[in-house]
């Protein structure tokens, strides 16, 4: 089974809301670590760095074209 997480930047109500903290963690951790409890294929597609580099610390790879590190470039 593979898991996809979309967690898109821009927000308009609250902004960055998938890396807010919510005790002490970011939300989207709480999805993530719940697929990967359950499966090691847990992607998280996003349009955002930030977004990005939290999903990759907590292990989930990521599901962009282009990967936002790749629009940081040009």
Do not use: H, W
């Not at 847990?42 to 930030?50: G, H, M, P």
Request: hydrophobic fraction near 30%; glycine fraction near 6%; aromatic fraction near 6%.
């Amino acid at each position: 089974m593979k898991v996809i997480i979309p967690a898109r930047g821009g927000s308009k109500r609250i902004p960055n809301k998938n890396i807010k903290e919510l005790n002490g963690k970011p939300l989207i951790s709480y999805a993530i670590e719940t697929s990967l409890s359950v499966t090691d294929d847990v992607f998280v597609s996003t349009d955002s760095i930030e977004i990005a580099d939290v999903a990759e610390r907590y292990g989930c790879l990521l599901y962009t074209s282009p990967s936002p590190r790749d629009r940081q470039k040009s």
